[in-house]
């Protein structure tokens, strides 16, 4: 059975950062491109980045570029979001998300139950 579990959401002012982190079983972590995604009141789910299983590519919405990274430890099957200089529009419920294996393409077919982000101005 496959999880993926988020943790490291929180409450926290405009300019600060967190640590999202998920960590995934149930599957070979190593082999998987990773993504975090985003969901705000009323608004549908967005993407925010994705790091690619074997090239180590990574990609950003243009509204978290400069801001946010991800990054992966394949010996601890967790997938991290690091966010600084947080502002109150990334409020949402942040996800992390996995592909089918071997594959930097295609909808991501394993999703996690979510962590609250709120930013306060």
């Known amino acids: 059975q496959v999880q993926l579990v988020e943790s490291g959401g929180g409450l926290v002012q405009a300019g600060g950062s967190l640590r999202l982190s998920c960590t995934v079983s149930?599957?070979?972590?190593?082999?998987?491109?990773m993504g975090w995604f985003r969901q705000a009141p009323g608004k549908e789910r967005e993407f925010v980045a994705n790091?690619?299983?074997?090239?180590?590519?990574?990609n950003y919405a243009n509204s978290v570029k400069g801001r946010f990274t991800i990054s992966r430890d394949n010996a601890k099957n967790t997938v991290y979001l690091q966010m600084d200089s947080l502002k109150p529009e990334d409020t949402a419920l942040y996800y992390c998300?996995?592909?089918?294996?071997?594959?930097?393409?295609?909808?991501?077919?394993?999703w996690g139950q979510g962590t609250q982000v709120t930013v306060s101005s």
């Open positions: 790091l690619a299983w074997r090239s180590g590519n990574r």
């Open positions: 149930g599957l070979t972590f190593s082999s998987h491109s």
């Open positions: 998300a996995a592909r089918s294996h071997f594959t930097d393409l295609g909808a991501y077919v394993y």
